[in-house]
């Protein structure tokens, strides 16, 4: 049986930092994943560019059941330390929006860098290997795997979400946490597309590809953003930001006019121009489409000239101007979803090591933990800064 002292399970975005970092730290680190290729996840996120980290990260673009708890690994591992890393390698990236950093050329660049930090300080990274078993005994846990018995003092695990089956995801984090009597706060897929119902879905989704500005609303989730109408439903940055506040059964709340206070601006048009037709002034500010879909669902009289039009009238279209609710038939689910909300309960760990309370030498970091960034480079911050609690701590 081969002995390290510390095994990693998941070489993603989270598993390969740790290995760095511990094996920096001269611990003997073997990092396993059952997929052929590590970092998959980091492969194709941000459109193939890897959106990195944020220049404003900081613990309000979490969720978590404990929204205190991440505070404490993101400010020891700040997204400057990230850059300051990506910068040594001479990797060039843009922000691209609201302080989201993108590589420049491809992500490809974030995983040969945490590959090479790995191979540099001697982490060993085996791919292609099935966890089949974990035990703990004499202070030991002894992994049965596909290649073969491992035997290590700490273990790691990295396994990530359910997000995209697809890209290797499984329950595996969520079960060895059970089966080290922890609980897990119950997960759902965030950073999601909405689907709708079908007669909505039929309406809108002729707009399909069309994008408008909103600020959309769920619970405590308020988003200035785009808004995307797809086949399918809504989708686009303030969407799949919402959607991680989303319960399913409510309505999402969408200005469809962000900077404008509805009634009073249709009520100055109709002094200012009683001639001219609803469906015209609206129009000043959105797509024909989008307008005439609008008006076909809320039956606006939009055909009326605004002289004809009652108070009441421009009423219920301003109400809908800035407050249309529109309530999802569910999400695209974990196929699309970016990550996965809840997991392992904070509760139960050290957020200044990440390690178990219930259960000496065991870690949890990235995304199989309880804590959730928002859009926009959050995600892979809170996996560098969670990884890197965890490897000063191994
Ligand atoms: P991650 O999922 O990266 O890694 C988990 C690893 O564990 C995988 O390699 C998997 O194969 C392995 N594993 C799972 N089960 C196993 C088992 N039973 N045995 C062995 N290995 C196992 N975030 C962001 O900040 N900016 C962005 O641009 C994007 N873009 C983006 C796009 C898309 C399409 C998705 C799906 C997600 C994003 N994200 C993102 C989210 C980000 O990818 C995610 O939060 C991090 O990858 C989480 O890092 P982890 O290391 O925790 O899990």
């Known amino acids: 049986m081969q002995k390290y002292d510390v095994i990693i399970i998941g070489a993603g975005a989270a598993g390969l930092h740790c290995a760095a970092n511990a094996a920096r730290r001269g611990r003997s680190v073997l990092l396993i994943d059952h997929a052929k290729q590590a970092g998959k996840k980091i492969l194709i996120s941000g459109g193939g560019r890897c959106n990195f980290t944020n220049l404003y990260a900081s613990p309000e673009n979490y969720l978590s059941s404990n929204p205190h708890f991440c505070k404490s690994a993101l400010s020891r591992y700040t997204q400057w330390d990230f850059i300051n890393l990506v910068a040594q390698y001479d990797i060039a990236y843009h922000e691209k929006t609201l302080g989201q950093l993108f590589c420049d050329n491809s992500a490809k660049d974030i995983v040969k860098m945490l590959l090479a930090e790995c191979e540099k300080f001697g982490a060993k990274v085996q791919l292609r290997t099935e966890v089949l078993g974990v035990d703990y005994n004499d202070d030991n846990y002894r992994l049965s795997t596909s290649q073969g018995d491992y035997n290590s003092r700490q273990l790691v695990v990295a396994c990530g979400g359910l997000s995209m089956p697809k890209l290797g995801a499984t329950p595996f984090g969520y079960q060895l946490a059970e089966q080290f009597g922890h609980s897990i706060v119950p997960v759902r897929a965030g950073l999601v597309p909405f689907t709708l119902h079908e007669q909505q879905k039929q309406r809108f989704g002729e707009l399909s590809g069309v994008s408008v500005p909103v600020t959309a609303a769920a619970n405590d989730g308020y988003f200035r953003e785009s808004m995307l109408f797809t086949h399918r439903g809504i989708s686009g940055p303030a969407i799949l930001q919402v959607s991680s506040y989303w319960q399913p059964g409510e309505s999402v709340s969408i200005d469809l006019l962000p900077d404008i206070e509805a009634y009073p601006w249709l009520k100055e048009q109709q002094a ?7 469906a015209t002034v609206i129009q000043a500010h959105f797509p024909k489409r989008v307008m005439q879909a609008l008006a ?7 055909d009326q000239r605004l002289a004809d039009t009652s108070n009441a009238q421009l009423e219920a279209v301003a109400e809908t101007l800035n407050h249309w609710q529109l309530k999802p038939n569910g999400t695209e689910g974990y196929r699309t979803a970016e990550v996965t909300i809840g997991g392992v309960n904070v509760d139960e760990i050290s957020s200044k090591t990440m390690e178990s309370k219930k259960q000496p030498g065991l870690y949890f970091i990235g ?12 995600n892979f911050q809170w ?3 969670s990884a890197y609690a965890a490897a000063e701590a191994v």
Request: charged content about 20%.
């Open 272 to 278: 200012q121009q009683p001639k001219t037709r609803l």
């Open 367 to 378: 995304e199989v933990v309880d804590v959730t960034g928002w859009l926009g480079g959050y």
């Open 296 to 302: 076909d669902e809320h039956q606006w009289p939009v």
């Open 383 to 385: 996996a560098w800064a």
